[in-house]
């Protein structure tokens, strides 16, 4: 079923970098909401989606301002200091609306011109290369980080039925990389998934980030309890995989064959990173 979609006037765009992302000076989300829908992420928890009547994944508001206020915003925040931005922390900026839109794009173009010191684009969406020409602009001030979380479509089909399929993120990994463009690959929150996960990820990409439901969701895990999603494990008979020592088995599998300093835990992957001068 496709999300009702409305378009807003936002306030503001910019929101300080807070908690698990206060290694950034704001966060950017171009929408409200997300029509990926994945159950679970973590936004579920948050009053954004729980004092709404509908549920996550069916609406999505499009911040119809939003080039406009970025313009203004940053320039008024670098007053204050460096400017480094996480897009997006509580939706996906390359969500399917997005085709339609081209908000993010369009905020992409407006940050050239007022270009922060650093911009972490996240996303699970192939979308993202539609903008390679745009992405190109910023060098070595961005970072696109692409959420690989599994590299099973059953896996993902239990989780995240709704968001685009596995083989079409690593071959959007691949193709930024072959453009000159910093990519990584966030195995987060880490699904089960195939012993060949880490050789699929080493031919794309050398840089790629591990977290888990308990480190990244951040309460300890407590969210993702209340999101019912030990329940799935349980259903699907995937009850080894809910457990805070798991990742451990897929580091090891990834230090066979990535450098030490290609392998981030939880949130060192999502900093800016060293030498971006934020």
Known sequence: MKPSIESKTARSILTKGTGFLHGYSHT???YAGCAFGCSYCYVRRMPISLFREEDWGAWVDIKENATDLVKKEIPKA???GRVSIFMSSSTDPYQPVEHKTHLTRGLLEAMIEESPDFLFLQTRSPLVTRDIDLLKQ???KILVSMTVETDLESIRKIFAPSAPPIHA????????????????AAVAPLLPCS?????????VTDRLTLDDFFMGDGSGGKRTEQLGIRK????NGLNDWYDREAYLKIKRRLQEVFSENAIYISQEGFYPPKGSDC
């Open 169 to 184: 993120r690593l071959k959007a990994i691949q193709q930024l990389r072959s453009e000159g463009i910093p990519v990584q």
């Open 138 to 140: 910023y060098k070595n």
């Open 78 to 80: 670098r007053k204050k």
């Open 232 to 235: 799935l494990f349980e259903e």
């Open 28 to 30: 950017l989300n171009p």
């Open 195 to 203: 012993e060949q996960f880490p050789l699929k990820l080493a031919e």
